[in-house]
């Protein structure tokens, strides 16, 4: 399956200089995605989603470290200038998007409620 992942971050446009973490950063999306799926669920069990969704939240966890999680895209000190992308209103990102991709093999996802004693 990690290969799987791989050759898709590869196809999504993964950079050659990020490759020393591809497969280390696959390897632990694969595993907590992995225990993320409802009981008795293997990845297998998903087919195609799953190695799609591993790939798609490898992508924006490596998204995050290339641009430093801040959105910054320029900045110029002389008659200072920060650019920042935000990109459009209501705009998913790759980890939203591929936990909605698998959501019919996943457990608890987001907010539950849980019962207290007492």
Do not use: H, Y
Not at 21 to 39: D, F, I, N, S, T
Not at 70 to 97: I, M, N, W
Request: hydrophobic share 45%; glycine share 14%.
């Amino acid at each position: 399956m990690t290969q799987q992942i791989l050759a898709l971050c590869r196809a999504m446009g993964a950079a050659q200089n990020r490759e020393e973490l591809l497969l280390p950063m696959a390897q632990a999306v694969e595993a907590q995605l992995g225990g993320r799926l409802k009981e008795g669920v293997a990845p297998e069990d998903c087919g195609t989603a799953f190695p799609i969704a591993a790939a798609m939240m490898v992508m924006d966890r490596l998204s995050v470290l290339t641009n430093g999680g801040d959105g910054v895209t320029s900045f110029t000190a002389g008659e200072l200038t920060v650019r920042r992308e935000t990109g459009t209103q209501g705009e998913k990102s790759l980890t939203r998007l591929g936990e909605e991709l698998l959501a019919p093999w996943l457990g608890t996802v987001g907010f539950a409620f849980l019962g207290v004693a007492g």
